[in-house]
C-alpha cells in the first residue's frame, strides 16, 4: 500500500509564494517520477511540474520561471515552491508518482488527496 499526502497549500495573496510538500510512503522499491497536477473549477487536471529519477524537470508554460519542482529522494518526497503566484494559479494541487512497489513489479501511477491553493486579495 503506497499513500501520498501533500502538505503546504492555503490562502496566499498574488505575488506571494508557497512551498508544497509531498512525502510518499508505504511499499515503494523505487521512484521513477513525482509531479503535481492541480485542477481549478471547471477545469481539467494538468500536468504543473514534473522531476524524474535523474532529476531532470518539465514545467507547464503557464509556470515557467516562477515555480521550482525539487526532490528528497532518500525521504521520497517532493517539493513545488511556487513563487510569484496569480489569481490563475487557483486550484486544488495533487501530488502524483509513479513508482515500483517492489522490484517484480511494473511501475504504476498513485495519486495524494491533493491541497487546496487559494490566491487572492
Known amino acids: 500500500q503506497v499513500q501520498l499526502v501533500e502538505s503546504g497549500g492555503g490562502l496566499v495573496q498574488p505575488g506571494g509564494s508557497l512551498r508544497l510538500s509531498c512525502a510518499a510512503s508505504?511499499?515503494?522499491?523505487?521512484?521513477?517520477?513525482m509531479g503535481w497536477y492541480r485542477q481549478a473549477p471547471g477545469k481539467q487536471r494538468e500536468l504543473v511540474a514534473r522531476i524524474f529519477s535523474i532529476e531532470s524537470t518539465n514545467y507547464a508554460d503557464s509556470v515557467k520561471g516562477r515555480f521550482t519542482i525539487s526532490r528528497d529522494s532518500s525521504k521520497n518526497t517532493v517539493f513545488l515552491q511556487m513563487n510569484s503566484l496569480k489569481a490563475e494559479d487557483t486550484a486544488v494541487y495533487y501530488c502524483?508518482?509513479?513508482?515500483?512497489?517492489?522490484?517484480?513489479?511494473?511501475?504504476?501511477?498513485?495519486w495524494g488527496q491533493g491541497t487546496q491553493v487559494t490566491v487572492s486579495s
Open positions: 502524483n508518482a509513479n513508482l515500483r512497489t517492489t522490484s517484480w513489479t511494473t511501475p504504476n501511477d498513485y
Open positions: 508505504g511499499s515503494i522499491f523505487s521512484i521513477n517520477a
